[in-house]
């Protein structure tokens, strides 16, 4: 999904954002979005919005010092979710549907994303409470189970570092046997690496492998090359987040997508009110895309 | 009232809406936010945001080609509101408290702007169902009663088209022997200029002068000797729109500021709730201070 010119003046709030979240003076603050400004004017627009998200937060920690700003946020969330997860995994046991309670928290997880709220904006209790009823698309639930219990080598992009506490349940419901966890290779904005995922007891539980990227996403390109041989052997793939969703939503696999509908132009992109709990697989867009393009005909017989 | 930082994404956000609203294709869209970015980067920070406005208004008209790019939208709210003044006018003739009601619909009006809101978000049926009900600050009615009252000579600031039909109870109240309505002098946004208070019928009915300016807001610099003697002469001025108090609100003068609290940052400013109908006078704000700066000693006698 390429950037929509709704993202630029996106880009320059998030970088104010970013420098309230960080302390700066307005002094610095102002620099820092001069200079994000003048990058953003070198910057190709046709690029996924992670992909320009990227250098602008390389950018930010070259210009701060601190190669991983969100560090206490991180730490923050994941002890704040970490507090909720007896609570979160006995509701799901007890659940009527416990995969789609699994489901449902797993997608309350994504609102802790600093890419597209501030720290103040996030109530890991809201969110909690929010979650345990909140409307979901059966259908494709039901298509999410089918595929997890049919597939052999599940791969588990994970988003936030304190969303992947949310995200064990429906982990644990898949088992460790035939899914790997996904985190990225390096601190950006407030994704999850192997140190958020190991303060969330993922590591020692899961198979957890990095990405070896510093992408608020998923961008084949910037990956290593182990990642993307594990990525192509994936029989499935389930992606948290819309920075996942931007960049690989025009994947040829079999990808689901769980999110929460935060931003304007990806809700528009899939289809979804804002604020939605988003659950859309690629090969039924496709299939949906083909009957949009050739739409079936009601032949009389 | 000097530029916030969190100005500067709202005028990228601002081009882009403003593109939109000029059915600007998306390459010539991208151009223009080009060209506005980078303009924003050679300007002064510390100017009010009107005033940077003001560069980047004139930077779209230059690239449009269109020195009035919003007249569609201007005639099309001048109309509407005028289907509605006859019921307007009954409302705050039958009201309990006429002059309060014609306050409010005054402040109403305010909506009607397209430096805080785009088109879509902008109704003016809605507009004026919720006038007839909103909270004020009685007190500083009351105050502004009494100095309309008390003025001989009252200079009143019009912000936008269609808004300016809102605002004739007001200047019915007030009467047309003591005050002078003020347009802008060149068109800027949807700000009235003379010929939108003319199709407003203000022009029959009062003296209306031009400020001389482009500016979305009252910046004395920028305006026309004439009009500057006029503001001197004034012994009250009443001024409508967050862009008047944006470039008047440290005035040294017998002011008060009447608008809807559209904007975060000038929300802050004026210490109230966003959406909130404001009046707010310069007089109490200095003694406010004043007392804030010296407070009151309580000496026991």
Redesign the interface.
Known sequence: MKTN??C???F??HT?EA?RTLNLN?AD??QL??DV??L??RLD?QQPPPVMARDIHRLIKTQTGNSDPYAPHKQHTTQTALKLLPDIQRIVREAKQPFKMAVRFAIAGNAIDLGAKTMNQIDISAIFKSAQHAPLDDTAVNRLEAQINAARNILFLADNAGEVVFDLPLLEWIGPQKVTVVVRGEPVINDAVMEDARRAGICERFKVISNGADTPGTWLADCSPEFVRAFSAADLVIAKGQGNYETLNDAAHNLFFLFMAKCPVIAEDAGVPLQSYVVIDTLSRQNQKMNETYPRQNVSR
């Open positions: 010119l709704d630029i003046p996106c320059t709030r104010l420098a307005d603050a102002a979005m001069i400004i003048k953003i004017l627009w």
